[in-house]
Nanobody, 127 residues
Framework: QGQLADSGGGLVSPGGSLRLSCAAS????????IAWFRQAPGKRREGLAC???????????YYEDPVKGRFTISRDNTKNTAYLQMNMLEPEDTATYYC?????????????????WGEGTPVTVSS
């Protein structure tokens, strides 16, 4: 049974950086679109970024406006892992971050149910 394990969250000062990881087990990410979401307390879950498969797709990358220019999504097919590099973090970025995998490419995957979800990794941006 496939699983996603997201990790790398923590406490960071404003302006700092974190790198989140999303490791797949029990299935291959090779053909999956991958997305990162976040959910802050009392707020709806929001999609942040996605990347298409580089094998069955063109590796297309998309970012939502709140993270454009600050966050970078990537994937390492050899490690069956995806990443979200987060720079210039702001208190407003405080949330639990989730990775997800989809049979669809990016950005279409935001319109469909995701196949797999990570359990979430909390990020707190505070001085």
């Amino acid at each position: 049974q496939g699983q996603l394990a997201d990790s790398g969250g923590g406490l960071v000062s404003p302006g700092g950086s974190l790198r989140l990881s999303c490791a797949a087990s029990g299935f291959t990410l090779l053909y999956s679109g991958i997305a990162w979401f976040r959910q802050a307390p009392g707020k709806r879950r929001e999609g942040l970024a996605c990347i298409s498969s580089t094998v069955s797709g063109d590796g297309f990358i998309y970012y939502e406006d709140p993270v454009k220019g600050r966050f970078t999504i990537s994937r390492d097919n050899t490690k069956n892992t995806a990443y979200l590099q987060m720079n210039m973090l702001e208190p407003e970025d405080t949330a639990t971050y989730y990775c997800a995998a989809s049979e669809y490419g990016c950005p279409d995957l935001f319109h469909y149910s995701m196949e797999y979800w990570g359990e979430g990794t909390p990020v707190t941006v505070s001085s």
